[in-house]
């Protein structure tokens, strides 16, 4: 059966859809990507939804109204991406939409709230303009059952990845570094998922403060360029986060654009050049994400790296020589184009609602029990 | 099968919970009241919804913490209904859950804002704590194919009252009064459905301005005391809502506080006893009523009130009395209760949901076409 996959992330960079071919259900899912593709958020609606993320910025009726936009905007990317490949989006199976979060509070401070989570993008609308059932709002069911709604990802990979010759590990290497391993002959209740640490978070932030308009390290070019300050690598991997237990999650509070002004200040005195503290923090990246994942690394393994950070070499690099024993490679190498991954996820998901399996991973996100995740619109 | 309904309406008085036998599909669905409760929101709740519901005081997180939390409190009035009842909510078909709505906007006056509605009341919270399938979210499929997602409960009306011997008209008094009509033999498609206009909203404030401490006339007793003005009465028909085409919805914004306190200073000189004041109030309801019935009221005709005004009998015999040719019943006399309505009414729209079937009425809506309603949330 054919479905898209749909997939709107917090980069707020716009809208991934992935049309694929889908068979079987559980263990004999099968997924061939047939087409992918890319639609930006204009500026107007990227400032509606930064808006509405904001405690501060946000109101019911500009939530109550971009629930429906979004929708409408969703729906015209199925449209989209089945035209580029040449068909109707009405001879679709299904539409699987994760939405756009505007609120996650898995762990909330204040003893008025209770945990929760919001994804928007009106599934009635996709429905009604794709002529196509629709499966969205894959979170909240994670999350009844004292899950965190997240990583929601790891079903997906266990079933594209999972291997019985070798142990594989998913790294996505996004803002923020995540792992999803797989042992081999692995059972789905025996994968761990956790964030590695800072992903491009670091390097990003370094880029834009050394080379104002470089929004990131492009192919690696300024890591590779400078030479990594051991003694600075040393501290930097002093920072906590790296000796808390698994299951652990970071984000944008511990490795974001704070932590990076208090390095400059703290190590102005170093002297480094642009290049040295771009190569460090690429190393940083590079080394927290090995040290993690050498405890995971039991017989024969592949680390299969994703995630924009998997487009620089130098990182990738970086990572291999400090896993000597494991076979890096970046998901292109196995056929999936990284960016598709997480819109692909999505259609597995959908695959597993609508035959009413379930499809958390509480191993990964920490539920008490594996349930059917999402909700049906039926066209 | 057993399922219960839930409905949470725009007054925030509480959950309504109906646990009913349903069996068939379309026209064959029949329904059975097995339990009915009305369990009342706490001021705490009410207070979060009342911030949830205004432009001043929402914000993303407290609508994504809400969500989640009512969701809770509508899956618990399941159980106790179930409870009540000596059974397991697990052994439950399904639940239908009509939310809480915290936004309406079918014609948005700002270019910036489309068409929307937004009810919460996370379905996956009311899965997991019953045990059971959800269906939930009722009314945006409506608003996406152009309708207005209101009003919602005309199919059911048309299940529950179409009658092969008679026009039925299926007159609700809430704040404001709303009728559907149900002709002799007729199809779904000829169902109409529109607001008749103010219900006890105008009897409701006169009591509160001249006996405070009540709510409303209660058994029609101050209105039977009074006499009716005649020429207010005929003033007050004068109101350009009456002479507006079908189909035509109004609201408090027409004849809520506002309006009652311009009467009170515009006819003060009338020097009308209060009780004069209520009986004028309730025949200016009876008679807007009569006056919008009586184009419908064609051959054989039964009126069947519903909602709180049906529980004032000095304005049912004042509807009696203008509709000479209508047989006027109250939902009592069907065997309903008209409090259990509404939450009878979802597990109509969520059976029809759950077989793939339409439950929309275009012709009430100004919907395009029929749609399946709602979104399931399979446990």
């Known amino acids: ?55 501060e910025t946000s109101d019911v009726e500009a939530i109550c109204s971009l629930n429906f936009e979004l929708g409408r905007l969703f729906g015209e990317a199925v449209i989209k991406v089945c035209q580029e490949y040449g068909i109707d989006s009405e001879t679709l199976g299904f539409v699987a939409s994760h939405g756009q979060t505007i609120y996650h509070l ?23 303009l794709t002529k196509t059932t629709v499966v969205s709002d894959f979170r909240p069911r994670d999350m009844a059952v004292g899950g965190q709604g997240a990583p929601i990802v790891p079903y997906s990979e266990y ?70 300050d051991p003694e600075l690598l040393a501290t930097l991997l002093e920072h906590p986060y790296f000796a808390k237990p698994f299951p652990k999650t970071t984000g944008r509070e511990d490795f974001g654009r704070e932590y990076v002004a208090r390095l400059l ?66 998901q292109e190498d196995l056929g999936y184009s990284s960016d598709a991954k997480e819109a692909i996820a999505m259609t597995i998901l959908g695959n597993q609602t609508l035959h009413q399996q379930s499809s958390n991973v509480p191993s990964a996100t920490g539920a008490s029990k594996p349930v059917i995740l999402g909700k049906v619109t039926y066209y």
């Open 1 to 55: 059966m054919l479905a898209v996959g749909l997939m709107s992330g917090t980069s707020l960079d716009g809208v991934d859809a992935a049309l694929v071919e889908i068979t079987g259900v559980n263990e004999s899912t099968r997924v061939k990507q047939l087409k992918f593709a890319s639609y930006p958020f204009s500026l107007a609606i990227k400032a509606k939804i930064q808006a509405a993320l904001s405690v």
């Open 106 to 128: 898995p762990r909330p401070k204040e003893t008025t709230r209770v945990p929760s989570t919001l994804q928007i993008g009106e599934s009635a609308v996709i429905s009604e």
């Open 159 to 228: 079933i594209l990845y999972r291997s019985e010759n070798c142990t594989r590990i998913l790294q996505n290497i996004g803002g923020i570094g995540n792992a999803t391993v797989i042992p081999q002959h692995g059972q789905l209740d025996q994968l761990t998922a956790f964030d590695t640490g800072p992903g491009n978070m670091v390097i990003d932030e370094l880029c834009r403060h050394f080379y104002p308009g470089e929004e990131f390290d492009r192919d690696g070019a300024h890591g590779a360029a400078g030479h990594v």
């Open 265 to 330: 200040t703290t190590y102005r005195e170093l002297n480094l050049a642009p290049e040295d503290w771009i190569a460090t923090a690429t190393a940083l990246t590079a080394k927290s994400i090995a040290q993690a994942i050498d405890q995971f690394a039991i017989g024969e393994t592949e680390l299969i790296v994703g995630g924009g950070g998997s487009y620089n070499p130098t990182l990738v690099r970086m990572i291999a020589q400090e896993l000597p024993q494991v076979k890096v490679m970046i």
